[in-house]
Nanobody, 121 residues
Framework: QVQLVESGGGLVQFGGSLRLSCAASGSIFRIYSMGWYRRAPGKQRELVTTITSGSSTNYADSVKGRFTISRDNAKNMVYLQMNSLKAEDTAVYYC???????????????WGQGTQVTVSS
């Protein structure tokens, strides 16, 4: 049993900052990658950023230079620091993890329920 829970969303002014957190809990042997996706109203869910077990990261072009992903392996947590927020960043942000529940189990993907980020103008 694995659960991902996001927190830190809310309302922020244009140009402001927000820090999202995602905690993975339950039966977890190893997390290989974690990331953040978002879904804006009327749009498809899109990649924001990911980080792998090898500490490789990637970012959507729209957030490069403004967002930073980080990971605390000891706590099974991932964070998203969002700066210089724009109206286009308004969306529900979802945490994703690719992990093994046990040493002998296959990798599987788990999703959080999402947290709302609203940038006011």
């Amino acid at each position: 049993q694995v659960q991902l829970v996001e927190s830190g969303g809310g309302l922020v002014q244009f140009g402001g900052s927000l820090r999202l957190s995602c905690a993975a809990s339950g039966s977890i042997f190893r997390i290989y990658s974690m990331g953040w996706y978002r879904r804006a109203p009327g749009k498809q869910r899109e990649l924001v950023t990911t980080i792998t077990s090898g500490s490789s990261t990637n970012y959507a072009d729209s957030v490069k230079g403004r967002f930073t992903i980080s990971r605390d392996n000891a706590k099974n947590m991932v964070y998203l620091q969002m700066n210089s927020l724009k109206a286009e960043d308004t969306a529900v942000y979802y945490c994703k993890a690719e992990l093994q529940r046990t040493a002998g189990s296959p990798k599987a993907v788990y999703w959080g329920q999402g947290t709302q980020v609203t940038v006011s103008s």
